[in-house]
C-alpha cells in the first residue's frame, strides 16, 4: 500500500526549467525503485528516469541530457528537475514506485510548454 503525489507542473515556455516532486506515504519500505514516466496526449507512456533503492540510475536516453532525477534524504521523495524545455515536453509526467509483485503510481502532474 503506497500512495503517490506528484507535484510542480505548470505551464512553462520554450527553453525554461521545472522541478517536479514526489511524495511518497505508505508502506515505502517495501519501495525498490521510484520514477518518472511521461505520457504525450494520445501517446503511449514511456519510461524518463528511474532510481534504485541502492541509488542505480536510469535515463531515456533521448532526456539525459537535459533531465535529472534525484531523491531527497528522506526515502519517500524524488524529484526530476527538467531543462530547455520543449514543446514536445508536453504532456503528463507520472511517478511510479515499484516493487516487486506490484506497481504503484500516481495521479500525474501537468507540464505545458509554450512555443
Known amino acids: 500500500q503506497v500512495q503517490l503525489q506528484e507535484s510542480g507542473g505548470a505551464l512553462v515556455q520554450f527553453g525554461g526549467s521545472l522541478r517536479l516532486s514526489c511524495a511518497a506515504s505508505g508502506s515505502i519500505e517495501s519501495i525498490d525503485t521510484m520514477g518518472w514516466y511521461f505520457q504525450a496526449p494520445g501517446k503511449q507512456r514511456e519510461l524518463v528516469a528511474a532510481i534504485s533503492s541502492g541509488g542505480g540510475v536510469k535515463y531515456a536516453d533521448s532526456l539525459k541530457v537535459r533531465f535529472t532525477i534525484s531523491r531527497g534524504n528522506a526515502k519517500d521523495t524524488v524529484y526530476l528537475q527538467m531543462n530547455s524545455l520543449k514543446p514536445e515536453d508536453t504532456g503528463v509526467y507520472y511517478c511510479?514506485?515499484?516493487?516487486?509483485?506490484?506497481?504503484?503510481w500516481g495521479k500525474g502532474t501537468l507540464v505545458t510548454v509554450s512555443s
Open positions: 511510479n514506485a515499484a516493487r516487486y509483485g506490484a506497481d504503484y
